[in-house]
Antibody
Framework: QVHLQESGPRLVKPSETLSLICTVSGDSIIDGAFFWDWIRQPPGKGLEWIGRIHHSGTTYYNASLRSRVTISLDTPQNQFSLRLISVTATDTGVYFC????????????WGQGTLVTVSS | DIQMTQSPSSLSASVGDRVTITCRASQGISMYLSWYQKKPGKAPKLIIHGASSLQSGIPSRFSGSGYDTEFSLTINSLQVEDFATYYCQQGYGTPLTFGGGTKVEI
């Protein structure tokens, strides 16, 4: 059974960098059939796709965040990570990692999510 | 960006009811439509992909239909464990986008 788990600091100061890691078990991130994605949900709002990475290292980001976001792989650890620079309070929310089918675009499974608060 | 509009945003129902949620895409997305169930503090769960394919392990009371721009999720004989928020998501174009959610409550 595939399992994803997010980890990282829960509190980040404004203007600093948000960094999260997603640890994958039960599948290999070099599985070519999938992308590895980050999604977030601000408090009381809907879901926003952040971006994805493929095992080849190619990335694609939501244009709304492209100037501030980096997704990278750590294949020996079977992890992928998210970096979001210059955060503000609007970056507060629950951050999810997920595996996505390349062919059909559905996400399964998802991590449980981690709440990151941007505050001084 | 492809906008996904869900309706209603919330609904009240009882155990045993039949519930239908709709999702409209701002442009054609063929069958690249998925539905997720989300409970507080839990990971979203994939229930329907390809507009109408039931994900493995999901009860058959869930069904999906639609094509292009109009889609629906139906829950037959609502159970206690089905009270949650449901989201649609298009996988046709980037950025991938989600509907605003439908909260199903008692």
């Amino acid at each position: 059974q595939v399992h994803l788990q997010e980890s990282g600091p829960r509190l980040v100061k404004p203007s600093e960098t948000l960094s999260l890691i997603c640890t994958v078990s039960g599948d290999s991130i070099i599985d070519g059939a999938f992308f590895w994605d980050w999604i977030r949900q601000p408090p009381g709002k809907g879901l926003e796709w952040i971006g994805r990475i493929h095992h080849s290292g190619t990335t694609y980001y939501n244009a709304s965040l492209r100037s501030r976001v980096t997704i990278s792989l750590d294949t020996p650890q079977n992890q992928f990570s998210l970096r979001l620079i210059s955060v503000t309070a609007t970056d507060t929310g629950v951050y999810f990692c997920a595996r996505r089918s390349q062919n059909s675009g559905w996400f399964d499974p998802w991590g449980q999510g981690t709440l990151v608060t941007v505050s001084s | 960006d492809i906008q996904m509009t869900q309706s209603p945003s919330s609904l009240s129902a009882s155990v045993g009811d039949r519930v239908t949620i709709t999702c409209r895409a701002s442009q054609g997305i063929s069958m690249y439509l998925s539905w997720y169930q989300k409970k507080p503090g839990k990971a979203p769960k994939l229930i329907i992909h390809g507009a109408s394919s039931l994900q493995s392990g999901i009860p058959s009371r869930f069904s999906g239909s639609g094509y292009d721009t109009e889609f629906s999720l139906t829950i037959n004989s609502l159970q206690v464990e089905d009270f949650a928020t449901y989201y649609c998501q298009q996988g046709y174009g980037t950025p991938l986008t989600f509907g605003g959610g439908t909260k199903v409550e008692i």
